[in-house]
């Protein structure tokens, strides 16, 4: 199938905290980079970083925005309450469903992705389906939510990985800049200070030269 011919949904997963970083730029700039080539596509934003990088130039396409993400661990509810929403936003009615996520590589490092998100159409279109016999619709359709929830859940706990690494080192090179700021800053104080004593004693001395 052509790209042209295709609907997309993309599904970005940030959070609402910031001072972490590119951490959510990075996602926002794969997605703008996606929207380029997929004008029409379709977004469900994950946290208010990405709704506030999006949601002025691409407010259209939103068709939904889940916020509170970020402020304590996720869990799987969290994940099966995004899927679902989803769901009601239509996915299954997609050709493509696209997440996209920062993966943890390294304390210092991450990476971002994008990873493709099962729908019930290109389940029933897979290759192996066949080999399974008489699968109930009911079956597929909680498998396919499962699949979903566990997905989206994966890509959370990746996210927030990465998003506290990211802070950490962000703080840990905000905390030396600001160390290195204020040893500038005294060291210029004190030259200043100096400068002043030294005057006066000149002034002072002078003054009593002069009677």
Same mark, same amino acid.
């Given at each position: 199938m052509k790209d042209d011919d295709e609907t997309?949904?993309?599904i970005a997963l940030t959070s609402d905290r910031g001072l972490c970083g590119s951490i959510h730029s990075s996602v926002v700039k794969a997605i703008k980079a996606r929207l380029a080539e997929k004008d029409d596509a379709k977004l469900v934003l994950v946290g208010d970083k990405a709704k506030a990088m +999006? !949601?002025?130039?691409?407010?259209k396409k939103v068709l939904g925005h889940f916020n509170d993400i970020g402020k304590a661990p996720p869990v799987f509810q969290d994940a099966s309450k995004i899927a679902l929403s989803a769901i009601d936003l239509g996915l299954q009615d997609y050709t493509r469903v696209t997440m996209y996520y920062n993966s943890f590589k390294s304390v210092v490092a991450f990476r971002t992705l994008k990873v493709p998100l099962p729908t019930k159409n290109n389940m =029933?279109?897979?290759?192996? /389906?066949? +080999? /399974?016999?008489?699968?109930d619709d009911e079956v597929l359709q909680a498998y396919n939510e499962f699949t979903l929830a566990t997905m989206v859940y994966y890509g959370l706990k990746e996210a927030q990985c990465s998003e506290q690494s990211s802070r950490m080192t962000a703080m840990d090179s905000a905390s030396k800049n600001a160390g290195e700021m204020i040893d500038k800053l005294t +060291? =210029?104080?004190n030259r200043t200070? !100096?400068?002043v004593i030294t005057r006066e004693l000149i002034e002072i001395i002078s003054g009593a030269a002069a009677l």
């Open positions: 997309e949904m993309i +999006l !949601q002025k130039i691409h407010g =029933t279109g897979a290759e192996n /389906y066949n +080999l /399974y016999d008489s699968i +060291l =210029t104080f200070r !100096q400068a």
